[in-house]
């Protein structure tokens, strides 16, 4: 069975600081990975996603995540933050032949102008 | 973009009466959506997967004679909680997976309350 864990719970953060996020799955076939973001009142969207290839992935916002398959590890970075990056994200893995997707417990992210 | 409805948004109801969720896929077609529960500061709990033309998927624990599931069309997938219990308020995220990709795509969630 597909599994995710992700570490953090609550990271707070003041603008212009570095964000990693980290993220840990548990398959040992193929996988598909993604982050979602859940902005105050607003529904989940996807931020990025990997399925195969370079394994450095970069999506909206200047967000981006590296596979690491040695670690099972997707973490997710972003080089300077800003005060509306604040949302909850959420690490979700999607294994090979399952149609469904794990999702982590989520990441609340408080970014302090 | 992708984009998933779901109606209504919000919804109270009595104890022991049925509400329908609708979710739908608004300019893509998805043989498969999936349904959630997002329990208050914890993640999505899948509770089914709901196919085109065949009987839906429902995650361990999941009770399937509670939570109907209706997918009728390759855009429109029914939620329905039968006999509803104020422990049955949620809030309720339906997804949709493009036939062509792996990724889904949300609804805004629907707020059950059951009084």
């Known amino acids: 069975a597909q599994s995710v864990s992700q570490h953090n719970h609550h990271v707070i953060l003041s603008e212009a600081a570095s964000l990693e996020l980290g993220c840990n799955y548990s398959?040992?076939?193929?996988?598909?990975l993604f982050w979602y973001v859940q902005y105050p009142g607003q529904h989940l969207q996807l931020l990025l996603k990997y399925f195969s290839g370079d394994p450095l992935v970069k999506g909206i916002k200047g967000f981006e995540a590296e596979f690491i398959k040695s670690k099972f590890s997707f973490n997710l970075r972003k080089p300077s933050v800003q005060w509306s990056d604040t949302a909850e994200y959420f690490c979700?893995?999607?294994?090979?032949?399952?149609?469904?997707?794990?999702f982590g417990t989520g990441t609340k992210l408080q970014v302090i102008p | 973009g992708a984009v998933v409805s779901q109606h209504p948004s919000r919804v109270i109801c009595k104890s022991g009466t049925s509400v329908k969720i609708e979710c739908r896929s608004l300019d893509f077609q998805a043989t498969t959506m999936f349904w959630y529960r997002q329990f208050p500061k914890q993640s999505l709990m899948l509770m089914a997967t709901?196919?085109?033309?065949?009987?839906?998927?429902?995650e361990q624990g999941v009770e399937k004679d509670k939570f109907l599931i209706n997918h009728a069309s390759l855009t429109l997938s029914t939620l329905t909680v039968t006999s509803a219990h104020p422990e049955d308020s949620s809030f309720y995220i339906c997804?949709?997976?493009?036939?062509?990709?792996?990724?889904?795509?949300f609804g805004p969630g629907t707020r059950l309350t059951v009084t």
């Open positions: 979700a893995v999607n294994s090979g032949g399952y149609q469904k997707v794990t």
């Open positions: 997804s949709a997976r493009p036939d062509a990709g792996y990724e889904q795509y």
């Open positions: 398959y040992g076939g193929t996988v598909n």
């Open positions: 709901s196919n085109e033309g065949s009987k839906a998927t429902y």
